[in-house]
């Protein structure tokens, strides 16, 4: 595996794979790199001959207050991983590679409405920042193929989105969130969780599959089946942020008719915050 850490390296390697006909796949990471990250390799592979993989802690998507410098890094073990995975190519770029002039006054992409929605109401810009990022990202590395992990549904949804009215030449392939034994969304950030906060946190999972049982017997109460979800969150000792039942294709509320549905939620747990989903078609 290759390991580059500017676009002008990068573009190198990425000529010499055009001129080759060689078809690329992209998956954009934060790095500290688990089995959720892998899978997203595993399916680049099975969709293009080559498989650039980036890690970049992107500054712009992180709130004040949020945890930009204790987001976890594991440079050496991320690229052992991703050598085993058959990665093609780590791109590592530093943050002045990638905001050359500063961060801001950056030019931001942004997509407006279904940004400001869900996390976005509790982390303004977030979703600004991840769509600038992964513009950027896809400018660089020219992929004809990215992927992206499920467990971040709505940012799933901005990108596709952002990639639809932008006409970006890019496939936008979605694959299911990896999940721990007991059900809990592998995440980077589980690492903060508590010993006794990891045994907590399976339940966020747990009530999201309570409200999916009632949709499939017959419920159509949205705010009432979303307000008891919280409830039960409160109940198990996180701290619910929301809990949403939306329109999987657009994250619009939905309609009685409506059959595929996702159901989206944020909640805390001492100082982590744990977002999850799932997908139910009705």
């Not at 790199?33 to 998507?61: D, K, Y």
């Not at 039960?232 to 309609?255: K, Q, T």
Request: hydrophobic share 45%; charged share 25%.
């Amino acid at each position: 595996m290759q390991t580059v850490e500017t676009i002008s390296e990068l573009r190198v390697q990425i000529a010499e794979w055009r001129r080759a006909g060689e078809r690329i796949a992209f998956v954009p990471t934060m790095g500290n790199l688990h089995e959720g990250h892998l899978a997203l390799v595993a399916r680049a592979r099975e969709l293009a001959g080559r498989v650039v993989v980036s890690i970049f802690v992107n500054p712009l998507q992180f709130g004040q207050g949020e945890d930009l410098d204790a987001y976890p890094r594991t440079p050496i073990e991320d690229a052992e991983k991703l050598q085993q995975a058959g990665a093609d190519l780590l791109f590592r770029p530093q943050v002045a590679e990638v905001y050359p002039r500063g961060q801001a006054g950056v030019t931001y992409v942004e997509v407006p409405g279904i940004s400001d929605i869900l996390c976005g109401t509790s982390r303004p810009g977030h979703f600004r920042g991840v769509a600038t990022v992964v513009a950027k990202l896809f400018n660089m590395v020219q992929p004809d193929v990215a992927c992206f992990g499920e467990k971040d549904y709505q940012q799933l949804t901005v990108l596709r989105r952002m990639v639809s009215d932008l006409n970006m030449p890019v496939a936008i392939m979605g694959v299911a969130t990896r999940r721990e034994g007991d059900g809990l969304a592998m995440s980077s950030r589980n690492g903060y969780l508590s010993a006794e906060e990891r045994r907590t946190a399976p339940q966020l999972y747990r009530i999201l599959q309570g409200v999916a049982g009632r949709l499939r017997c017959g419920a159509r109460e949205w705010a009432v089946l979303e307000q008891q979800a919280a409830e039960e969150l409160a109940a198990a000792g996180l701290s619910p942020d929301y809990v949403a039942i939306r329109r999987a294709a657009d994250l619009e509320r939905p309609s009685t008719g409506d059959s595929a549905l996702v159901i989206l939620a944020a909640a805390r747990l001492g100082r982590t915050r744990l977002i999850d989903n799932l997908l139910i078609n009705l």
